[in-house]
Each structure stands twice: as C-alpha cells, then as structure tokens.
C-alpha cells in the first residue's frame, strides 16, 4: 500500500492511502517507532509524549526516500525513516484506554490482598 498524500497536521502526521483510507499518526507514536541505529540500541524509549520532548515529536521537515518511505527530520534534529508497510502497522498506544476502575479491577486480588 502506498501513500497518495502525506500531510502534517497538528494532531499527527495525516496520510491519506492509495485506496482512499486515512490514517493519523500521532508523531509520538512515530518517534517512538523509529528503528534508526541510535533508537535501536537505546534500552528504553522515554515517553514522548511527555511536555519534555516537545522538540522530539515536532517535526521539522519531510521527504520522501525512494517510494517506499517517508523521512522525518524531528525539530531536535533526530532523522527517522518510515517505511509506509510499518507506519501502516505500528502497534496501537494502549496507555491512555486504561479507565482508573480496570487498574482496580485487573491488580493482583482486587483488592483482597492489602
Ligand atoms: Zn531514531
């Protein structure tokens, strides 16, 4: 699947695919799943969604690699590529779907241990 147009948005990088479907990125997702040799080796990736990493989820500029990927140059001058298959299927953020009740319910006992 290919891209007929890759637009920023504020809320995400707005692709609209060959087939007509739009998908938006959030660009934290996408600093997130940059495979670059520097993020790959990194233990863990910090939250970049946190107010921090203003700089690391701005994006500064984008281009096209061949006509398989989109570049991302981020404001803090990190460079990630993004073949289009991967951005297609990037892991869905689970953290902000976990109401404060389902903590409860899913904790070792319910409560019965404390
Ligand atoms: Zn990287």
Redesign the pocket.
Known sequence: MKPKEIRRSSGGLQIIWSDGKLDVVDYARLRLA???A??REMPSHPDYRDARFERSRSVHSLDLVGNYAVGIMWADS?R?IFAFDRIKNLPPLTEEKISPEAEVAGGCCGGGCH
């Open positions: 940059c495979t670059c520097v993020c990190h990630s």
